[in-house]
């Protein structure tokens, strides 16, 4: 799949020092499982020599495997063998955050859960609903909510990502296209209030974006250790979400912001 770069990126990151450039470099590999040397060179506007440096470091560190032209994510094959996500820090944080979001979800409702730990732990919560639709672009979540009797669970089309276990691509964004749900509970690489919604590549914000239009209220689900970080591309601001649901860690003065833009607050405790 060729990557189309929007005119959202978060251009304070361009043109980092070698040590915080290699940490978005990692990151981008982490969600997409692998990375060429021409998207990032495009991407972090640094010569492909340059980015070969940093992944030979990367790959020093036993954090990625070289490849002709790129790199790959080491853990990916036994990641996607077990059907476990990369990312598993703050988990108490993101369980009481799925707890809370569940109970938003009412027996007969049309949701869209976004990939991601967080989403995962919303799903695992709803298994006592009934009658519930649910649309995915994560394999994990279609294999967690798919046996549940009553529940019709579909999945878009698309290229496999085996960090995030989800789907991506042309395919998913023309899917969600002819999609109407009551909810969306969408994941966040970061959440600020300057930078808005941002995430580690280009690769799935339009997949994000189609699934916002297709949603009638929009949750974003992320624990308080997202909140004020930047991270690659940006989706939009603040005010694509109606509600945002986190955890206790939010400071007060954040909390007031949020609410002050007229985004609704509920707090996981």
Known sequence: MQIKPPATRDDT??????????????EWIEEEGSARVRELAAAFQVSE???RQDLDALEKEGLITREHGGAFLNAQPAQGGQLVLHHQENMDKKRKIGALAATLVKDGDTIILDAGTTT???ATRLVTRRNLTVITNALNIAVILGTVPGFAVHMPGGQFKAPTLSLSG????EYFGNIFANKLFL???????DSGLTYPSFADLQLKEAMIRAASRV?????????NRAS?????????IHSFITDDGI??????????RGIELLIAR
């Open 13 to 26: 990151l361009v043109g980092l020092l070698s040590e915080p450039r290699r940490r978005r470099i990692l």
């Open 49 to 51: 020599a340059t980015i």
């Open 120 to 122: 995962t732990e919303v």
């Open 170 to 173: 042309d395919n998913a964004v």
């Open 187 to 193: 994941a966040t690489a970061g959440v600020g209030l």
């Open 219 to 227: 949750y974003l689900v992320a624990d308080s250790t997202k909140i």
């Open 232 to 240: 690659f591309t940006r989706l939009g601001a603040l005010e694509v």
């Open 251 to 260: 400071s007060d003065a954040e909390a007031k912001e949020f609410e002050r």
